[in-house]
């Protein structure tokens, strides 16, 4: 009996050989290798056992909690908005955080009969408040059912976000048609006659297996660099990965066009209002919001509109694209709105804080990590799990000086503004540093970035060596002019040096 | 236009000035592909509009023959003015500019008086024009030009319409050669002299560079006179050991007399040799082609075999047979390896192209619609296909220290193509801003790339017009974007160059052979595109290069995955699609920053030491003041003193560095600047140093830059776009167009008095106090 070639093939888009002659260490390792990557028991999984070799500076299961993110805005916006803990027992939405944003007018009985209205409990809850004031909630569909039953709850919840005479829109993540069979199964959507001050536009987002296979065929010809090139471009067309960035960005901008450009305020909701919806609010952000594109806003939003929002992860992220028997609960959504962040960053390099390889890095620790924070598919079964207690967070490895000044983005100057990324077909590129990293060396760009890196530091030292030399310069020059050195500035002469020096 | 430029033109123009760039454009090259326009006081006094005729035009605008002053946008003779154009973008179709159609003898010039936008389009550069149906609005009218600008306008009346299509369709492409731009361009503004560039490479001098002529290898006169092959240079380089008989003898059994020379030696002795096809047909030989193969066999003793690389697909070089062309029989040429490597003719090339630029041209595209029509187009396919060949060569050549001969049919496209990418791959010196020029003299200029003909110049057959130069140029990006620190350009070389090839504004790419270039006198009679670029060199420059970073072979990765579509190039001026925040300039500004604040630094220590020397040789005079404070100074000073050792030592390490290349360039300015200040300037540091010299020292240099985000037009109110480089004015740190800051001049601020680029206020500034700072 002979050994053989074992073929791992992994999450992150490696596929590793391993030839093992002895047929006994062969079978072992496959089969140890087979039942420790399917793991069913939580605990038995590797954040449990890992231990940090570094002292937690700051806690990352605390630093991003919904009270401090959001403080700011019910503090200023007193009147509008309030934080409730109406879900403090995980009993009005199963996952939702314990607590959640809600208009101010609003009590908590009708924020609980519109919860019953809306499928899973996932009522419709503030995600964001733009500077024009008008704000982006998230919700899942309302459970109207063939009968377009109604709700006079949840219909004053949203109305009561809107001033008088304004109106909002609803996007639907789903098509016309998909919404419109949903009722058949109980959900639906909003009926005009009942929403009179919203406007709903149908902007239809793939989700689930459909994205999955896409990754999977684009992941498959990426893989193969030796077909021709009408071959490859034809297997990236077909795969559909890259309409699905043009159509999720596209969603993303129209949601930001409303909420700053007409300043209306805006409801996103697919059906669960798991997927598509937590793709869309979060891109929209990161588009309008300039703290989203800083290292800290990024893991804030990661935080607020998927981790604590409930997008299930350890679901989502079982099978990946080389896996058999992918089902409808596996989807690479979250690895689709890093692509779209990567798609902007690329448009507006020197907007964010963090490079790409920070996202590489936030794709890969949402696979496999030996940090918590992925695990648990919402907050209630995060808290159930002890994961605070018992694994250590991804965000305290990351906030660590060394560790993040390594992802920090040699470019970066602080952009306040909205940031349009363009949707047309030649402004998306194929996500090359992720998708053809195994397959193409990636080196020569890597060092580009190392040779940016230290132009731009050299550049700030000679900054402060200058400023430094010209204060040391004024202040010999005024002991040059007491003994008498120095000729003292003529009359009528430009500002002194002193001034100049302090400007 | 806004009246402080117009203000300032008439400050700094002397009256009888005939010519300067015009200022406002839409799009990037406008301003180096800019027209000679005289200034005059004439506005209203509009001229007939007579029914165009190319020589009249022409001649009624060069000699200035006309009784009545011209109309004059900007300075240009107008010929036809239309108003109430509208201009069609297809990313902003529901709302068209309106504005006004002018047709000079050199541009047709479109101005939005609301949009301040300003389309100019040099005639040189229109591909096609095209009149399409009539629409209730008037007649549209659809130009695309050789640099991918392509734009519609509809003309209200359909009579104007038809006059500018018939205008157009004679000036866009002369009949005669000697109508080109070139031959009328006459640069006032770029400081260069016409010898300018027409002597920076020789061909004997780059064959030298390879260490040519050796005992292989010499050099042979009998092509002084183009009398062995017209399409060749007059010096070629044979194998020592090819008599006469020979030479003449491959020469007559080569298509065109193309017979196979040297391009390139790799200093392991194997050579990159090139020629047209044999006229072989089915069965003819002939022993000297024979013996010319095995003489440049033999000019490699280390290896028993060669390469003979035949570029076409099998089939058509089987076609060629039946012509009484075809390729070498491997039966009858001793040691020859033959292989084809199947780059398609100029007719599929030319397809491939035109399919592209449809793709790009779609309306709202799907992300599917896009790349379907990229993967039909086959564009990437042949980009690949040439990047492959090259590679075969260039791999040939070095790792199995074999000799190879490339042909294709006449050995002037395909095998330009593969010959110079492949010497590129193997020698690294073809990555910097002079060996790739070098390159393109040899290989494309010197050895007949018809450029006149490929790129249309001139009225002819078009089915010979076919983007050769520009699938090169493709290659090149591909591999910048492969290895971003192995090229010492950037993509704004890469594209002014491509545009000049196709714009005649310079002699350098014009005719078909270096012949033609001589018959035509072109040397004396028009400017150098190389004298041009040197002008320009510090926007050329990429910042991450570096001669460390650059491997001496070139290992491209020719996956599929790694051939991209050329956004920046295809899709130029489709203004919303291209990143918003370019990398490569915002670097360059910071290599800018970081030279200005290192010249700074040396004078600020070098001050510094003066005073702390005087100060502390007045307290040893005094001899009342403890010592305490002295031997701080002195600390202070050795601190100061490395650091300065440090920065000199900093500065001879980095050898070729974009602030060097910078410098040159700007020392080259210099010349014409201040001569003399600069003496005076940096030698009266020892005599008397006054508060007001240190402050107009400080003054002059900005520590800070103005960013360059957000910043949509220049303070001449033209506005940026995707491509117009910003530039910053050292002294003050403002960001400017490239029209508005073409002065430069020392710093008192910078120890070096080396000139660079300041504002217009700021370099008046600097003259005006001139005086105080030299007592």
């Known amino acids: ?262 300043g209306a305020s805006v409801l996103v909701h697919g059906s669960e209002g798991l997927d598509a919806t937590l793709l869309v609010t979060s891109l929209a952000q990161v588009i309008l919001n300039p703290d989203c594109r800083t290292v800290r806003g990024l893991e804030a939003l990661v935080e607020r509109e998927w981790l604590q929002a409930g997008y299930p992860f350890p679901i989502r992220h079982r099978k990946s694209c080389y896996s058999t028997g992918r089902t409808k609960a596996h989807a690479p959504t979250f690895l689709l709105f890093l692509d779209c962040v990567g798609q902007i960053h690329q448009q507006f390099p020197c907007s964010f804080e963090f490079r790409t390889s920070f996202l590489i890095m936030l794709f890969e620790h949402s696979y496999c990590s030996q940090f918590g924070t992925f695990l648990g598919t919402c907050e209630a079964e995060r808290a159930g799990m002890k994961l605070a207690e018992q694994t250590v967070s991804l965000w305290s490895y990351l906030n660590r000086p060394d560790i993040l000044q390594s992802f920090l983005n040699p470019m970066y100057d602080p952009n306040n503004r909205v940031i349009w990324p363009s949707v047309a077909p030649m402004s998306l590129s194929l996500w090359s540093e992720l998708f053809l990293r195994w397959v193409v060396d990636q080196t020569p760009q890597q060092k580009a970035w190392e040779t940016i890196t230290s132009l731009r530091e050299k550049d700030k030292e000679l900054r402060l060596k200058a400023t430094r030399l010209r204060r040391q310069l004024a202040d010999l020059e005024k002991e040059a002019v007491e003994a008498g050195i120095l000729v003292p500035a003529s009359a009528g002469a430009p500002p002194t040096s002193e001034a100049v020096a302090d400007a | 236009m806004n009246r402080w430029t117009a203000d300032f033109w008439r400050q700094v123009l002397p009256h009888d000035t005939q010519t300067f760039i015009v200022p406002v454009n839409m799009y990037r090259y406008q301003d180096l592909i800019s027209p000679d326009t005289s200034i005059s006081s004439g506005n209203d006094t509009g001229i007939p509009t007579s029914p165009s005729v190319y020589g009249r035009v022409r001649s009624w605008l060069l000699q200035g023959q006309c009784s009545a002053p011209p109309e004059l946008y900007h300075g240009l003779s107008i010929h036809k003015k239309v108003e109430n154009v509208r201009m069609l973008d297809r990313y902003n179709a529901r709302k068209p500019s309106i504005g006004t159609l002018y047709l000079t003898a050199t541009h047709l010039i479109f101005v939005d008086p609301d949009g301040k936008k300003e389309t100019w389009i040099l005639h040189m550069h229109i591909a096609s024009v095209e009149k399409l149906p009539l629409t209730t609005t008037g007649s549209p009218l659809q130009i695309r030009c050789k640099t991918f600008l392509s734009v519609t306008f509809v ?98 059994f080569r298509s065109k007399g193309r017979l196979p020379v040297l391009s390139y030696l790799h200093r392991n002795k194997a050579a990159i040799c090139r020629c047209s096809q044999p006229l072989s047909g089915f069965s003819a ?378 410098q040159l360039k700007i020392s080259h300015a210099s010349n014409n600047g201040l001569p003399g200040d600069s003496t005076k300037l940096s030698s009266n540091a020892a005599d008397v140093l006054s508060v007001d010299q240190l402050a107009a020292e400080l003054g002059s240099v900005a520590l800070d830059w103005k960013t360059l985000r957000n910043i949509r037009e220049c303070v001449c109110s033209t506005p940026f776009d995707h491509f117009s480089r910003k530039y910053h004015c050292w002294k003050c740190g403002e960001v400017f167009c490239t029209r508005c800051i073409d002065k430069h001049t020392p710093l008192p601020g910078h120890l070096s008095q080396r000139a660079v680029p300041v504002c217009r206020p700021c370099f008046r500034e600097i003259r005006h106090s001139g005086s105080i700072e030299s007592p």
Not at chain 2, 184 to 207: C, M, R, V
Request: aromatic residues 10%; contains cysteine; hydrophobic residues 35%.
């Open chain 2, 285 to 662: 030989r002939c022993l000297e082609d024979e013996q010319m193969l095995n003489c440049v066999l033999r000019t490699n003793p280390d290896n028993s075999f060669m390469y003979v690389v035949d570029t076409r697909p099998r089939i058509n070089a089987m076609a060629n047979r039946a012509t009484g062309k075809g390729y070498e029989n491997e039966n009858f040429y001793e040691n020859i390896k033959f292989h084809f490597l199947g780059i398609e003719n100029i007719h599929v090339m030319r397809s491939s192209l035109a399919k592209l630029i449809e793709t790009c041209e779609l309306k709202s595209p799907s992300m599917s619609n896009f790349l379907g029509g990229l993967e039909s187009s086959g564009w990437l396919r042949h980009i690949k296909s040439i990047l492959e060949t090259s590679w075969f060569i260039a791999q040939a050549v070095d790792e199995k220290e074999t000799s190879v001969v490339v042909h294709c049919s006449d050995g002037w496209d395909r095998t330009t193509q593969v010959c110079s990418l492949g010497s590129l791959f193997l020698d690294p010196y073809y990555r910097t801003i002079q060996g790739f020029q070098a390159l393109i003299e040899k290989d494309w200029l010197a050895f007949g790339h018809k450029f006149s003909e490929r790129c249309g110049h001139v009225a002819g057959d078009p089915k010979e017009v076919s983007p050769v130069f520009t699938q090169f140029i493709d290659c090149i990006w591909q591999l910048t974007q492969q290895f971003p620190a192995t090229f010492q350009f950037n993509e704004r070389f890469l594209l002014t160059l491509h545009d000049h090839v196709q714009s005649c504004q310079f002699g350098t790419f014009i005719g078909n052979c270096e012949k033609d270039r001589i018959d035509l006198r072109l040397n004396e009679r028009t400017f150098s595109l190389w004298g041009y670029m040197a002008n320009h060199m510090n926007e050329y420059i990429n910042p991450l290069y570096s001669t460390l970073a650059t491997p001496d072979i070139l290992m491209p990765n020719i996956a599929p995955q790694n051939i991209k579509f050329w956004r920046g190039m295809y899709c130029r001026f489709e203004s919303g699609v291209h990143p918003r925040e370019p990398l490569g300039d915002l670097l360059l500004a910071t290599c800018d920053h970081s030279s200005s604040l290192e010249d700074h630094i040396r004078l600020l220590t070098k001050r510094i030491n003066f005073l702390k020397q005087q100060l502390a040789d007045c307290k040893d005079n005094k001899r009342n003041f403890p010592a305490v404070p002295i031997d701080g100074t002195i600390d202070n000073i050795k601190g100061m003193m490395l650091d300065n050792k440090y920065l000199y030592e900093k500065c001879r390490e980095d050898g070729i560095t974009p602030g060097n290349l910078v």
């Open chain 1, 1 to 262: 009996m002979q050994g053989g070639s074992l073929i791992i093939k992994c999450k992150d888009f490696r596929i590793i050989q391993l030839d093992i002659s002895n047929p006994d260490k062969f079978l072992k390792v496959a089969t140890t290798v087979e039942n420790l990557s399917s793991l069913d028991e939580p605990t038995k999984l590797y954040p449990f056992f890992y231990r940090p070799m570094f002292p937690i500076l700051e806690d990352g299961w605390t630093a991003f909690r919904p009270e401090t993110e959001y403080s700011q805005l019910v503090t200023s916006q007193a009147d509008e908005w309030r934080i409730s803990y109406i879900n403090k027992d995980f009993s009005v939405c199963a996952t939702y955080p314990s607590a959640v944003v809600v208009p101010k007018s609003v009590d908590d009985d009708t924020i609980i009969a519109a919860a019953n209205f809306r499928e899973g409990g996932r009522f419709p809850v503030l995600s964001y408040r733009h500077d024009t004031g008008s704000v982006l909630m998230r919700s899942s569909q309302p459970m109207t059912g063939p009968s377009s039953k109604r709700c006079k709850e949840d219909e004053r919840l949203i109305n009561s976000v809107l001033g008088p005479g304004k109106r909002g829109y609803i996007i639907d993540t789903r098509t016309q048609t998909l919404a419109q069979t949903a009722k058949s199964r109980g959900g639906g959507f909003e009926v005009e006659m009942y929403y009179p001050q919203w406007r709903r536009i149908n902007k239809p987002i793939d989700r689930h297996q459909g994205l999955l296979d896409s990754l999977a065929k684009l992941v498959e010809a990426c893989n193969d660099t030796t077909a021709s090139t009408d071959k490859w471009l034809s297997r990236l067309e077909s795969s559909n990965w890259m309409s699905h960035i043009k159509d999720t960005l596209n969603c993303a901008c129209l949601v930001a066009q409303c909420l700053d450009q007409e």
């Open chain 2, 155 to 252: 003309i209200p009346k359909e009579r104007d319409c038809h006059e500018v299509f018939v205008t157009l369709q004679q000036l866009a492409q002369p009949v005669h050669i000697e109508d080109l731009y070139c031959f009328h361009y006459t640069s006032s503004t770029e400081d260069i002299p016409k010898p300018a560039g027409w002597n920076f490479f020789d061909l004997q001098s780059e064959y030298q560079r390879m260490r040519v002529p050796s005992d292989q290898w010499s050099l042979t006169l009998l092509n002084k006179d183009y009398e062995l092959c017209d399409t060749y240079p007059r010096y070629l380089y044979v194998p020592s050991s090819a008599s006469t008989t020979v030479l003449l003898g491959s020469s007559r």
